[in-house]
């Protein structure tokens, strides 16, 4: 049974870095693309960033290119967003998401620059992000 925790919310300041952890369990890790969503109140869940199986391809949206570092650690089964200079509009639940990607095809979109939302089949249950003075 795949189960995604995370952790690292918070209610920081602009300018302020956090990081958010994912802990996966229940699958095997290494077999799987992971991504970062997020959702502001009254808005859809956007993509943030996601990670290929082997950490090779990485995928950012433009909002936070520059400012936010996706990586894995294989060997503890853990998911890394680093969020660095925060602004008030990163303020949001962030998700964790993970996917099976044995034929490749996420992996096929990462390297294109996309990481679709719909292929993301097993989610945790969020963490809040809040950004404000």
């Known amino acids: 049974q795949v189960q995604l925790v995370e952790s690292g919310g918070g209610l920081v300041q602009p300018g302020d870095s956090l990081r958010l952890s994912c802990a996966a369990s229940?699958?095997?890790?290494?077999?799987?693309?992971f991504g970062w969503f997020r959702q502001a109140p009254g808005k859809e869940r956007e993509g943030v960033s996601c990670i290929s199986s082997s950490g090779g391809s990485t995928y950012y949206a433009d909002s936070v290119k520059g400012r936010f570092t996706i990586s894995r650690d294989n060997a503890k089964n853990t998911v890394y967003l680093q969020m660095n200079s925060l602004k008030p509009e990163d303020t949001a639940v962030y998700y964790c998401?993970?996917?099976?990607?044995?034929?490749?095809?996420?992996?096929?979109?990462?390297?294109?620059?996309?990481?679709?939302?719909?292929?993301?089949?097993?989610w945790g249950q969020g963490t809040q992000v809040s950004v404000s003075s």
């Open positions: 998401a993970a996917t099976r990607d044995l034929r490749h095809r996420t992996l096929a979109k990462l390297r294109i620059g996309i990481c679709p939302r719909g292929d993301f089949g097993s």
């Open positions: 229940g699958f095997t890790f290494d077999d799987y693309v």
